[in-house]
């Protein structure tokens, strides 16, 4: 079992930055995959970012890449989501996940709660 818990979303002005971590419970963080998805109202959870077990392979989502960085502490069971030249669109819900990696929702098997990510313009 897994517990993830997300923290560091909030309210900021379109291209200010904010960084989202995820605390992981368990001894085998390393063997996970993580990942952020967002869900904005009305729409889809949608995957956005992933990184391996060991930290040496990451995927992005078009919409995201060059202005998001995944990076993981498997000596602090931690998962970082840093977020730069943030825009409006970026507004959601954003979930950290554990599993298997890869893109789709159905992979991982642990999520979060979620933290809200409001960017104004």
């Known amino acids: 079992q897994v517990q993830l818990v997300e923290s560091g979303g909030g309210l900021v002005q379109a291209g200010g930055s904010l960084r989202l971590s995820c605390a992981a419970s368990?001894?085998?963080?390393?063997?996970?995959?993580m990942a952020w998805f967002r869900q904005a109202p009305g729409k889809e959870r949608e995957f956005i970012v992933a990184?391996?077990?060991?930290?040496?392979?990451?995927y992005y989502a078009d919409s995201v890449k060059g202005r998001f960085t995944i990076s993981r502490d498997n000596a602090k069971n931690t998962v970082h989501l840093q977020m730069n030249s943030l825009k409006p669109e970026d507004t959601a819900v954003y979930y950290c996940a554990a599993g298997r990696l890869a893109t789709t929702r159905n992979d991982y098997n642990y999520w979060g709660q979620g933290t809200q990510v409001t960017v104004s313009s």
């Open positions: 990184i391996s077990g060991s930290g040496d392979i990451a």
């Open positions: 368990g001894r085998t963080f390393s063997s996970y995959g």
